[in-house]
Nanobody, 112 residues
Framework: QVQLVESGGGLVQPGGSLRLSCVASGRIFSIQVMGWYRQAPGKQRELVAWITSSGSTNYADSVKGRFTISRDNAKDTVSLQMNSLKPDDTAVYYC??????WGQGTQVTVSS
């Protein structure tokens, strides 16, 4: 079994920042890619960003220049630094491993 545990969500005002973290544990044989997805109420889950084991990254257009994904291969951890947050960023954020395993999600709410 593989477990992904997210942390760092919360309530923040527009323009503020949050940092999400995800720790992977369990029967992990190989980590190719780790990523973050989000799902807002009434909407489909969408990609936010991913990062490969070699450090290549990809971002959704809506977050480019505001969010930064990083990972610590030694600790099987991926983080998402979110700056200049907007109300449209409000969603449940999910960690993903190898496009297969999912975390339980952490709520991010951007509101004044």
């Amino acid at each position: 079994q593989v477990q992904l545990v997210e942390s760092g969500g919360g309530l923040v005002q527009p323009g503020g920042s949050l940092r999400l973290s995800c720790v992977a544990s369990g029967r992990i044989f190989s980590i190719q890619v780790m990523g973050w997805y989000r799902q807002a109420p009434g909407k489909q889950r969408e990609l936010v960003a991913w990062i490969t084991s070699s450090g290549s990254t990809n971002y959704a257009d809506s977050v480019k220049g505001r969010f930064t994904i990083s990972r610590d291969n030694a600790k099987d951890t991926v983080s998402l630094q979110m700056n200049s947050l907007k109300p449209d960023d409000t969603a449940v954020y999910y960690c993903n491993l190898n496009n297969y395993h999912w975390g339980q999600g952490t709520q991010v709410t951007v509101s004044s």
